[in-house]
């Protein structure tokens, strides 16, 4: 069961939910917080875990304001982050910055931008708090040089970068799977930064308002996915605006880069429509990407809770995300589970039907062709330290880790820490080892691979429900094996050998 901050309980039914998520008006950070918060089972929790884990970050300048908005008619739920005073003047001013006001709320088939990031929100045409974001519409925003103003006393403000990020959700009392997740959903932004600035990961720097709203958005949503025990996601297109959007560099077409390259590198379906603007800004794509989504809907399937999040800006297309919690039905038509009459003449329940149904996609199902190996080589390392390293970087979202013995210089025993990983998690992987290894030095390479393709289902068997992967081979044929770990539990509940759970499953 997952837990929030404040120590809420999340998904009560213990098992994984499914998520559809609506872009019909495209996505934005603080959109799908607010649509989360609506569609969880206890919104009020959901809300109150938000709030304790984003009070305990190390991070000011901030406040947020949750409540209900109309639009087109409609009761959405609007998640604000109000920014301070102190963080709505100098270098984040629009009217300073460009010497004219903040044309986000006119009939124009632009948008003017702010700071100096092509790529970046700009206005982040969802996020149009009136007063409250004077300066700092734009929540998404990044950069990989220094600010145009930066040599002016009045405008020098920190900047951070991705390695500053991370140091903050480590420090975050977050569960282990928020923090993943946010790890996750950073690196992914980072990627697609450095990629349109064509900078190493490490040199983009996250302008501090924009870093501020960056951080509150992704952290919200990591602790509702949490939260709310999310373990499917399923988003059939991103609905994107058309035309330009002006930044301090010139005028950019709709979709940014930034937004393009988080689509491209995770293979997201954007579809265009007829609004002059962005609709799906950078954080909302990297969110999106960060839960590893399927994109086609399952063919029945029954709505268990539905949210609606308000965006912050007028468009002919209403702003509004729409999240809905399903439960996938396969197969035809199911039964009344209505079995028999009992004794007395009461409904009882029918045994489940022993038939196989598709399970959840992961990345296990989805494998990418292409990874990252880092590795580095270690010999003063306790064997205790060595194994928590490497259960801290499965959590961090590493594919693989191992500990391969090696001699090192002047032929002393040690060992080389190998990871695995996909390419957009190398910079957050990297953060774990140097934290969690005694390491100088990390080497980075990119490597194509050939993988099979593959699903998962979930056979009934005499010892319960028991996940079996199934890999299709070049000549057509079919491999299938049993996960251990729920094989492993199967025998231990009944008492019988591992091998008998395994070919009960395979039988």
């Given at each position: 069961m997952s837990s929030s901050a404040d120590g809420t309980a999340g998904n009560a039914a213990g098992h994984g939910r499914t998520l559809w998520l609506d872009c019909q008006a495209g996505v934005a950070g603080d959109m799908l917080v607010a649509a989360l918060i609506d569609?969880?089972?206890?919104s009020e929790a959901a809300e109150r875990a938000v709030r304790a884990a984003l009070a305990a970050l190390p991070v000011e300048g901030f406040s947020l304001e949750v409540g209900r908005v109309p639009k087109a008619g409609i009761s959405c739920l609007d998640f604000n982050v109000v920014l301070d005073e102190a963080h709505e003047n100098h270098d984040h001013d629009m009217a300073y910055l460009h010497g004219h006001e903040h044309a986000c709320e006119g009939g124009h088939g632009h948008i003017h931008g702010r700071e100096g990031g092509c790529g970046h929100d700009h206005c982040d045409g969802h996020r149009h708090g009136g007063h409250h974001h004077?300066?700092?519409?734009?929540?998404?925003?990044?950069?990989?040089?220094?600010?145009?103003?930066?040599?002016?006393?009045?405008?020098d403000h920190a900047h951070r970068n991705l390695a500053d990020i991370l140091a903050i959700i480590e420090a975050a009392p977050l569960t282990p799977g928020a923090a993943a997740f946010a790890r996750r959903a950073f690196g992914i932004l980072a990627e697609a930064e450095a990629e349109a600035h064509g900078l190493p990961v490490e040199q983009v720097h996250f302008h501090e308002v924009g870093a501020v709203d960056s951080i509150a958005d992704i952290v919200a949503v990591a602790v509702l996915v949490d939260l709310i025990g999310?373990?499917?996601a399923i988003v059939?297109?991103?609905?994107?605006?058309?035309?330009?959007?002006?930044?301090?560099?010139g005028v950019m077409p709709v979709p940014v880069p930034a937004t393009v390259g988080v689509c491209r590198a995770h293979g997201l379906p954007l579809a265009p429509c007829e609004v002059e603007g962005e609709l799906v800004t950078p954080t909302g794509a990297a969110l999106v990407a960060a839960l590893n989504p399927e994109f086609v809907l399952p063919e029945r399937y029954v709505v268990a809770s539905v949210g609606l999040g308000a965006g912050k800006r007028a468009y002919e297309r209403p702003s509004i995300l729409r999240a809905m919690l399903i439960e996938p039905l396969s197969g035809?038509?199911?039964?009344?589970?209505?079995?028999?009459?009992?004794?007395?003449?009461?409904?009882?329940?029918?045994?489940?039907?022993?038939?196989?149904?598709p399970a959840p996609l992961s990345s296990e199902t989805q494998p990418p062709t292409t990874v990252c190996k880092l590795e580095c080589d270690l010999d003063d390392m306790t064997p205790e330290q060595m194994a928590y390293a490497a259960e801290r970087l499965s959590e961090a979202g590493a594919r693989e880790?191992?500990?391969?013995?090696?001699?090192?210089?002047?032929g002393r025993p040690a060992y080389e820490l190998q990871v695995l990983c996909e390419p957009q998690e190398a910079v957050a992987i990297e953060a774990?080892?140097?934290?969690?290894?005694?390491?100088?030095?990390?080497?980075?390479?990119?490597?194509?691979?050939?993988?099979?393709?593959r699903r998962l289902e979930v056979r009934h068997t005499a010892f319960g429900p028991i996940s079996v992967k199934i890999a299709m081979l070049p000549d057509g044929t079919e491999r299938a094996t049993p996960e251990y770990e729920d094989c492993a539990a199967a025998a231990r509940a009944a008492g019988v050998s591992l091998a008998t759970v395994m070919g009960a499953a395979l039988g």
């Open positions: 569609a969880a089972e206890d004077h300066a700092g519409h734009a929540h998404d925003h990044a950069h990989g040089h220094a600010h145009d103003h930066a040599g002016d006393g009045a405008h999310i373990e499917r059939p297109v991103l609905v994107e605006g058309r035309g330009t959007v002006r930044c301090q560099h035809p038509a199911a039964p009344s589970p209505r079995g028999h009459r009992g004794a007395e003449g009461e409904d009882t329940l029918a045994e489940p039907l022993p038939s196989s149904r880790v191992h500990w391969v013995p090696v001699v090192a210089k002047k774990v080892v140097f934290r969690e290894t005694s390491t100088l030095g990390i080497r980075r390479c990119i490597m194509d691979r050939t993988v099979l393709p």
